[in-house]
């Protein structure tokens, strides 16, 4: 009952929290009423207020993945050993010999694992081809899900 009881506070905390008003996103937000702008028309828009809500949610996810998105890295390097960090350190300078059109990331995972990912793919499928690349060098290399940094769209 305790539980219960500090879990009910909890939520009205959050809810009540001005700071939590502000992140609530309307629709109306998005698409100004009025225009000063000549010829321009009107714009109308009926729907079910839980998309407002649902749209909140949406952003407040985004904003939670600390700038980036969901999406695939290739791991090449994965070690806890007690000189993991040097051999992480001397994998990514290898690695950015060998492929220096890929980005590659350093990253530390509890509990005491060195990782080294390449690469942001938005989808498993876009980084096939670049995995089967990398894996003429680095055999053991995989797909990992994760969060990425936002790809740029417009390279050709």
Known sequence: MAMRTVLVSMLMVFFLNPMHAQMFIHTSDLFPQKTDIQ???????????????LMS??????????GGMEGFRIQIFRSSTRNAREESNKIKAEFL??????????????????????????????GAKTLAM???????????????????????
């Open 39 to 53: 010829g321009s028309g009107e714009l109308t828009i009926s729907q079910d207020p839980a998309v407002d809500t």
């Open 57 to 66: 949610r949406y952003i407040l996810g985004n904003k939670l993945l600390n």
């Open 97 to 126: 010999v060998d492929f220096p059109e890929i980005p590659s990331y350093a990253e530390y995972q509890n509990p005491g694992y060195f990782l080294i990912r390449a690469g942001d793919f938005r989808t498993n499928l876009e």
């Open 134 to 156: 990398v894996r003429k060098k680095y055999p053991y290399a995989y797909m990992v899900r994760c969060v990425i940094n936002f790809p740029d769209l417009n390279k050709k």
